[in-house]
Structure formats: structure tokens, C-alpha cells
């Protein structure tokens, strides 16, 4: 009896130990999980310009070319879209360059005052900040960069967020997609291991049966033996071997139809994905440099400070009358040398006080219009991209300008 109470008090005390290593392990586990980083807080990976490039493939039969064929105009529309609104934006950056131009040309008495003018609503401003004494995080320079777009703020912080979601889909899209390429290739290679085995089973048996029928002949010959059964029975195993093989490989054959069918699909889906990928990470890069942002987050939260700051410079308006004559001056000054928004500049009278901000406003504004002739460059050569193989598929089609025709007229 003292012996099996020796066995069941080892039992319990191993089973102890077993719980506190088990609680140990989920405990350094959890502290593991709190150093990991929060993955929405980290930049993706963007692809490089190879993976983006887009991926053609060669239709065949003519409902595939029809589709191809549909899907390429899609994307060619796509790619008139982002033009058509990148050439827009580069046409007012470029409106106030050229303002920058005709205010450095102001010279004369036309200057003294100019000058003047900025120097009193310098000061008139730096008096109503003095009043304000705000101790908010938002930057000077942030106010003046979100004061040209004060108007707009809530709708781009609203647009930022959408377009940073969007993003994400995209991304999920193409990492999805390349599995689903990778996936259908990784099948395709085993479909054709399939067919290879085949191909050498065919052989084996075909040696076997000619071996059988050479040792029947050897028997029949030499022992005299009836070889009608062995005959039989090998020529049946032959017709059931050749049946087997032939069903395998005509359905080997139809598979691998089927994975090119959705190989070239996938592909087609890739190459769209990729100009959508394209287009939103340059709309979101040019509004962070818009806004001076990181994100939509940091967006949102400088937006909340600019809106504490302005309610407070509306408690302080003792020197309103004076700083608002001053505007009117400077503006009607502006506008008799033919600069055309001639608002913005109230808010950037520093600028034309000083030649180095001058400087730094027009690199913003070259930066600008930079990206936007980079994005206008992307899709003009994928669009002729896109038509180029268009035009590849009309003319070695026989099918090509009646569909061709068909996709135009929807």
C-alpha cells in the first residue's frame, strides 16, 4: 500500500511542475507580446519600381481577348483620370509661381510700399500672437501652411483617411494576388511532375507487356505450353493501363488550361492593382507635402490644435480695422501688377520680407509640381502602354477590330 502512495504523491508533484513551467511560458509570452511594435503605426514597404511594372500576357480565343482587351481600355481610362487631375493641380502650383514671379518684378516706389505694406501687417500680426499667448504644439509654420486651406481641411482630413484605408486594401490586393500567382505556378509545376510520371509510367508498362509477350512466345515455343489465359490477361492489363493513363493525362491536360486561364487573370488583376497602387501612394504623398503631415492621425490632431489656435485669435480683435486696410492696400497693390490670387499672400507677407522664405516657398512649390510630373509621366507611359498592346492584340487577332469595336460602342 505505502508503495503505491509513493507512486501517486510522484504523479501529483510532476503534474505541479508541469502547471508552473506551462504558466511561465504564457507569462514571458504576454511580456513578448507587449514589446512587439504596433504594425499600423509602421510605414508600409513600398513596392519598387520592377514590381510595379506592369505584366501583359498573350490572349487567346477571342472571349479572352474581348476581356483583355475591355480590361486594358479600363486602365486606360483609369490612367486619363489621374491625369486629368494631376495637370489641373500642376496648373494652379504653377499660377502661383508665376505670382512669385510678378512680385519680384514689382520695383520702384511700387516696392517701397509693398514692403511697407508687409512690414505693418507683420507687425500688426506678431501684436494679435503676442495677445494669444497660446501654448499649443501646432508650429507657426503649420498655421500659415493650413491657412491657405482652411476652407478645405475637414474634407482632405476626411479624404486622407479614406485614402490611407484604401492603401491598406491595396496592399492586402497585391499580397493576395502574388500568393494566388505563386499558388496557381507552384500547381502548375506539379501537374506537369504528374504528367511526367505518367509519360514513364507508360514506358514501364509498355516494357512490361512487351516482356511478358516475348517470355509467352519463349514458352510457347519450347514447352508447348497453351499461352491463350497469359495472353489474354496481359492485353487487358494492357487496355486497362492505356485507359488509366489516357483519362489521367487528358485531365492533366484540362487542368492545366484551367491555371492558365486563371494565371493570366490573376495577372490582369496585378497590373490594375498596381496602377491603383500607384496613383493613391502619389495622392497621399503629395498631401502629406501638401499639409506638412505624417499621416492622417497627425493630420486630424494638428487640424484640432489650428481650430483652438484661430478660436483664440478671434477673442483678440482690438487692431482687426487696421490690419484689415492694410490687406485691402496690399491686395489692390498685387492686383495692379496682375498677380492673380492675390489672398494667399496676406497670409504670406514673411515671404516677401524675406528672400530666403521666398526661396523655400518656391522649393515647396517645384517639390509639388516634381511629384505631380512624376505621376503625370507614370500614367501617360502606361497608358501608351496599355494602348500599344491593344493595338498588339487588334492586329495579330482575327477577331481584334470587331472587338475592338464592341468595347468602344458600350
Excluded at 510457347?220 to 491463350?228: A, I, K, P, V
Excluded at 490687406?327 to 498677380?339: F, I, K, P, T, Y
Amino acid at each position: 500500500m505505502a508503495f503505491w502512495n509513493r507512486i501517486r504523491r510522484r504523479k501529483e508533484k510532476q503534474k505541479q511542475q508541469e502547471t508552473t513551467e506551462i504558466l511561465s511560458q504564457d507569462k514571458a509570452g504576454l511580456v513578448d507580446d507587449a514589446k512587439v511594435p504596433d504594425a499600423a503605426d509602421e510605414e508600409p514597404v513600398r513596392l519598387s519600381q520592377e514590381e510595379l511594372a506592369a505584366e501583359h500576357i498573350i490572349p487567346k480565343g477571342k472571349a479572352e481577348q474581348k476581356r483583355y482587351i475591355h480590361d486594358c481600355c479600363e486602365s486606360v481610362k483609369d490612367c486619363d483620370k489621374q491625369i486629368s487631375i494631376a495637370k489641373a493641380e500642376y496648373a494652379q502650383v504653377t499660377e502661383y509661381l508665376t505670382d512669385i514671379q510678378k512680385i519680384d518684378r514689382i520695383a520702384g516706389e511700387d516696392r517701397e510700399s509693398l514692403l511697407e505694406l508687409c512690414k505693418r501687417i507683420q507687425r500688426l500680426l506678431q501684436e494679435r500672437n503676442q495677445y494669444k499667448n497660446r501654448t499649443f504644439t501646432i508650429t507657426e509654420r503649420q498655421m500659415r501652411r493650413f491657412d491657405r486651406y482652411q476652407d478645405d481641411l475637414i474634407d482632405e482630413i476626411k479624404k486622407m483617411y479614406q485614402n490611407e484605408m484604401y492603401q491598406k486594401a491595396i496592399d492586402s490586393d497585391i499580397r493576395h494576388l502574388e500568393a494566388e500567382k505563386a499558388y496557381i505556378r507552384e500547381n502548375q509545376r506539379e501537374i506537369i511532375e504528374r504528367q511526367d510520371f505518367l509519360k514513364k509510367l507508360a514506358r514501364g508498362i509498355s516494357v512490361l507487356i512487351g516482356s511478358l509477350v516475348i517470355l509467352f512466345i519463349i514458352l510457347y515455343f519450347n514447352l508447348d505450353s497453351n499461352m491463350t489465359y497469359p495472353y489474354i490477361g496481359t492485353l487487358a492489363l494492357a487496355a486497362v493501363a492505356a485507359a488509366v493513363i489516357f483519362t489521367e493525362s487528358n485531365k492533366n491536360r484540362y487542368e492545366i488550361a484551367v491555371s492558365d486561364k486563371k494565371y493570366n487573370k490573376a495577372v490582369e488583376l496585378l497590373n490594375r492593382t498596381k496602377i491603383k497602387y500607384v496613383n493613391n501612394i502619389s495622392v497621399l504623398d503629395y498631401n502629406r507635402e501638401k499639409f506638412g503631415v505624417k499621416n492622417a492621425a497627425d493630420f486630424e490632431n494638428l487640424w484640432g490644435e489650428y481650430c483652438k489656435t484661430k478660436e483664440y485669435e478671434r477673442r483678440f480683435r482690438d487692431n482687426t480695422e487696421q490690419l484689415s486696410k492694410s490687406n485691402d492696400s496690399l491686395q489692390r497693390l498685387l492686383d495692379s501688377h496682375g498677380v492673380n490670387d492675390t489672398e494667399v499672400w496676406l497670409v504670406q507677407t514673411y515671404a516677401i520680407l524675406d528672400d530666403r522664405e521666398m526661396v523655400e516657398i518656391r522649393h515647396d512649390l517645384n517639390q509639388r509640381r516634381q511629384k505631380l510630373r512624376e505621376q503625370i509621366k507614370y500614367n501617360t507611359d502606361t497608358k501608351e502602354d496599355y494602348e500599344q498592346h491593344i493595338r498588339k492584340v487588334v492586329e495579330e487577332s482575327e477577331f481584334g477590330r470587331e472587338i475592338l469595336k464592341e468595347v468602344l460602342d458600350k
